[in-house]
């Protein structure tokens, strides 16, 4: 999950467990933050799909910079790779993952 090359090792590895913990609770801040972060790279490896799902929960619960992030993320994804992003919400209980 962690991005080698950022370096701060023990406290970031606990950070983000934290922060997913919180996004598959449902939170939309922190599921916000995790498609912030994996957008952009920042802090893990960068992975557009897992950003998608995490920016598509938020959305869906009604987070606006979640929608304003996700409609700039959605042109770079392929329909396959937005499908697979909305299976891994559903399969993990999430959301109910519904392309809106």
Same mark, same amino acid.
């Given at each position: 999950?962690?991005?080698?090359? /950022?370096?701060?090792?023990? *406290?970031?590895? @606990?950070?983000?467990? !934290?922060? @997913?913990? =919180? ?6 801040? =922190?599921?916000?933050? $995790? ?7 920042? #802090?893990? /490896? #960068? ?6 799902? !995490? $920016?598509?929960?938020?959305? @869906?619960? #009604?987070?606006?910079?979640? =929608?304003?992030?996700? *409609?700039?993320?959605?042109? /770079?994804?392929?329909?396959? @790779?937005?499908?697979?992003?909305? =299976? *891994? ?12």
């Amino acid at each position: 999950m962690r991005d080698a090359s /950022t370096g701060s090792g023990r *406290e970031l590895d @606990e950070a983000l467990h !934290w922060l @997913e913990r =919180a996004a598959r609770q449902g939170h939309h801040r =922190a599921q916000y933050a $995790l498609g912030v972060l994996y957008a952009r790279g920042n #802090g893990v /490896t #960068g992975d557009r799909i897992r950003a998608y799902g !995490w $920016l598509h929960a938020a959305a @869906e619960a #009604g987070f606006p910079a979640a =929608a304003t992030a996700l *409609e700039r993320l959605a042109p /770079t994804l392929s329909v396959a @790779e937005v499908d697979q992003a909305l =299976a *891994e919400l559903r399969r993990r209980g999430i959301t109910d993952a519904s392309d809106s």
